[in-house]
Nanobody, 122 residues
Framework: QVQLVESGGGLVQAGGSLRLSCAASGRAYAMGWFRQAPGKGREFVAGISWGSDSIHYADSVKGRFTISRNNAENTMYLQMNSLKPEDTAVYYC??????????????????WGQGTQVTVSS
């Protein structure tokens, strides 16, 4: 069973930056970040393929967030710059143990982390 552990969340002022990390205990090929704001459904933020050759961002974060991974360390990152209050949410990382491509839909992922809170104050 793959376990995913997110870290790096916190409170930041608008315009600031945070870097989220997701450490996987087992095989994690396709990986992605999702977020869920209070009273809203879980939404896709960014996804990355095993070889980092395919990457996709939600329009709301394009140009501000950067997803990356280090397969040697079994870790994925999300660098978040120019943060806005509307980025406030619990951020989750997700992975698939067999699919090596790019996955966007939440249903395409099998394993999920517990989430890390990101709060952006105005």
């Amino acid at each position: 069973q793959v376990q995913l552990v997110e870290s790096g969340g916190g409170l930041v002022q608008a315009g600031g930056s945070l870097r989220l990390s997701c450490a996987a205990s087992g095989r994690a090929y396709a990986m992605g970040w999702f977020r869920q704001a209070p009273g809203k459904g879980r939404e896709f933020v960014a996804g990355i393929s095993w070889g980092s050759d395919s990457i996709h961002y939600a329009d709301s974060v394009k140009g501000r967030f950067t997803i990356s991974r280090n397969n040697a360390e079994n870790t994925m990152y999300l660098q978040m710059n120019s943060l806005k209050p509307e980025d406030t949410a619990v951020y989750y990382c997700a992975s698939h143990p067999y699919f090596r491509g790019l996955a966007v839909a939440a249903g395409n992922y099998l394993h999920w982390g517990q989430g890390t809170q990101v709060t952006v104050s105005s």
